[in-house]
């Protein structure tokens, strides 16, 4: 019913910028929380950022000042710019969001995408 599909991911040296993009599409209702995790090789997949359906943004403290998560509320769309970009940021970046389906719209779901590589090279 809901499909979230990301892309910008790629290969960057360090210090450069990179921006992820992830658009929700299908059968929705409303979309409350959009995110970005990510995962590295042998490690938990954690929280990058989050921002609200009131557009308030919460980082992880590895990256704040560094990247910033905005919607397009129109386009049901997340992004993620990533500045200063260290080896340590490589990892898969998976988008999230919480939202409701029309035919259930009380009913919060949790979508995840597919996933984008993103690699910083020193």
């Known amino acids: 019913q809901v499909q979230l599909v990301e892309s910008g991911g790629g290969l960057v040296q360090a210090g450069g910028s990179l921006r992820l993009s992830c658009a929700a599409s299908g059968s929705i209702f409303s979309i409350d929380v959009m995110g970005w995790y990510r995962q590295a090789p042998g490690k938990q997949r954690e929280l990058v950022a989050r921002i609200t359906s009131g557009g308030t943004a919460n980082y992880a403290t590895s990256v704040k000042g560094r990247f910033t998560i905005s919607r397009d509320y129109a386009k049901n769309t997340v992004y993620l710019q990533m500045n200063s970009l260290k080896p340590e940021d490589t990892a898969v970046y998976y988008c999230?969001?919480?939202?409701?389906?029309?035919?259930?719209?009380?009913?919060?779901?949790?979508?995840w995408g597919q996933g984008t590589q993103v690699t910083v090279s020193s």
């Open positions: 999230n969001a919480a939202l409701t389906i029309v035919t259930t719209k009380n009913v919060l779901y949790d979508y």
